[in-house]
Antibody, heavy 123, light 107 residues
């Protein structure tokens, strides 16, 4: 069974930092693209960042470029999102997601989602 | 950025109805389109990829069609568990973008 379990969310002051983690199981982590997708309270979905299975490519939405860093530890079956310089508009549930297809050269649709981790930015 | 426009933003339907949701891309995306379902307080669930291919385990009453800029998600014989919000997403180019969602409510 494919599982993605996020952790690391919480209440943070504006300008603060946080690292989200996603531990996966049930599939060969080293062969899949992975993404972070967020959802502000009561709003729609926003793709944040993704990383290729071999870490050779990473992409970000403009609003987080330079503040967020996606990484992965293939030996630990873990995906990370380092979030710096947090703003109120970063308040959201952050989902870890796995893309479709093994060792794809380009990104594909998302197939599996974690349960999400809430990040609240407030003073 | 490619903008994804869904319509309607919400609709009311009855169990057994056929429901159609439209998604329009601001530029051509071939069939690089996915559909997701989300229920309140739950993570999204993947329904369709490549515009018309069902993810594993998704009932055949769900279907997708389209290519280029215009896409459709159809739910035949709407079931009680289908009342949810549906999102389309393009993965043709970065940033990956979602539509604003279509909420399917019980009439």
């Amino acid at each position: 069974e494919v599982q993605l379990v996020e952790s690391g969310g919480g209440l943070v002051q504006p300008g603060g930092s946080l690292r989200l983690s996603c531990v996966v199981s049930g599939f060969t982590f080293t062969t899949y693209w992975m993404s972070w997708v967020r959802q502000p309270p009561g709003k729609g979905l926003e793709w944040v960042a993704n990383i290729k299975h071999d870490e050779s490519e990473r992409y970000y939405v403009d609003s987080v470029e330079g503040r967020f860093t996606i990484s992965r530890d293939n030996a630990q079956n873990s995906l990370y999102l380092q979030i710096n310089s947090l703003r109120a508009e970063d308040t959201a549930v952050y989902y870890c997601a796995r893309h479709f297809g093994r060792e794809m050269t380009a990104v594909t649709a998302i197939t599996y989602w974690g349960q999400g981790s809430l990040v609240t930015v407030s003073s | 950025d490619i903008q994804m426009t869904q319509s309607p933003s919400s609709l009311s339907a009855s169990v057994g109805d056929r429901v159609t949701i439209t998604c329009r891309a601001s530029q051509g995306i071939s069939t690089w389109l996915a559909w997701y379902q989300q229920k309140p307080e739950k993570p999204p669930k993947s329904l369709i990829y490549a515009a018309s291919s069902l993810q594993s385990g998704i009932p055949s009453r769900f279907s997708g069609s389209g290519s280029g800029t215009d896409f459709t998600l159809t739910i035949n014989n709407l079931q009680p568990e289908d009342f949810a919000t549906y999102y389309c997403q393009q993965y043709k180019s970065y940033p990956l973008t979602f539509g604003a969602g279509t909420k399917v409510e019980i009439k």
